[in-house]
């Protein structure tokens, strides 16, 4: 196939400066590819550190490149082996292609495949231009009560389902979650839906907090200067758990708050990382042989998590009505990444180029 329509992106060059570029519109590499016009693309903490710091650990911003990964789009192409999508489908966009032939990918671990090639983790593309390309099976159907402009969310929603099952079997669990930005609140609210009788959301800023029961905290604490030991025995406190929370859950990749998480756990606790940020960062390691707490990452989502996070929404255990604050057109992207960074709202949405901001807005029943 030839290349016909030129695109727009919004590309990020290294030491921190935006441009608008006009690129070429994808065209089919195989027959389970689809094109899809991005619609809407929700900024995330990951997309922010890219700009601000140029990298995020071993994955560093050396050439330019299309920041952007929390996307919905409608088909427009689609591959003659794309079974069950066609043309004019509203899909949410799972961003990242594994190789599906190494051992973690053959294991059903394909969020460890090193071969992954990820929308904005350099050196790939993100979505934040006219088309993205990807296989049929990164495609996921929207429900019809979801909105291109919500169904953002569901790549978020995705992160939080898979670190929720990494912390376990949920039911009746104390849970305290640091962080009250999208990935926090989501994990919140995907704690509750699995189960957990205390969610208790932790953050700085007073107004995220106030969002957080909206989204399934039961609690929520406002993180002092004070140490972290006095934070996470306040926090307790609050909360009437002196012996400590079965699971701590970071969304902030911030140090005081991996500190507060582990001194907050019972003995036997786990503790699950999804926070990204400075690769390096002193934790009580003492406290987590004392309490044998279990010290899991999580790095995006696996098999059957993109499916479980639609399937919350599609049941209604999951809203996410109120999430998006802040929307702006693709001529302002760079003013949306300057609200994220000063932590405006909750989650800031980008239209596509030339995007119909009501069609965006309009669920489909
Ligand atoms: N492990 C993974 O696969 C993924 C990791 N992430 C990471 O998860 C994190 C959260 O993502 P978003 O919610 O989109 O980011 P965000 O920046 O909107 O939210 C982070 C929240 O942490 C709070 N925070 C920061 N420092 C704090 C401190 N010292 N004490 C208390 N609260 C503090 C902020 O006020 C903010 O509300 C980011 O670091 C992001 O890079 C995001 C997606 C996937
Ligand atoms: O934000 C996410 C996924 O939503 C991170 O995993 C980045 O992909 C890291 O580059
Ligand atoms: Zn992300």
Redesign the pocket.
Known sequence: MTVTKAAQAFVLHKGGTFAFEERSKPTLQSDRDVIVRVMATGL???D??YWQHGR?GPYVVEDPIILGHESTGIVVESGSGAAGLAVGDRVALEPGIACNTCNHCRNGRYNLCRGMRFAATPPYDGTLATYYRVPAECCFKLPSHISLRDGTLIE?LS?AVHSCQLAGFMQDKSVAI???????LLCCAVARAFGASTVIA????PA?LASAVKYGATHTYQ?SSEAADKNAADLLAMAGLEDGVDVALD????E??LNGGILALTQGGTFVQ????KPNLSVPVGQICDKEIVFKG???YGPGDFKLAIGLLDSRRIRLDGLVTHEYPFGQAEDAFKN?AG?GGIKSVIYGPNVDEEEAKASSV
């Open positions: 995330c903490g990951s922010v550190h995020i978020p992160v640091f962080g009250a930005g999208p990935v926090g932790v953050d700085v800023v995220r993180m969304a902030t990749g911030a005081p708050c999804v926070g990204l940020g999580s790095f995006r994220v932590r």
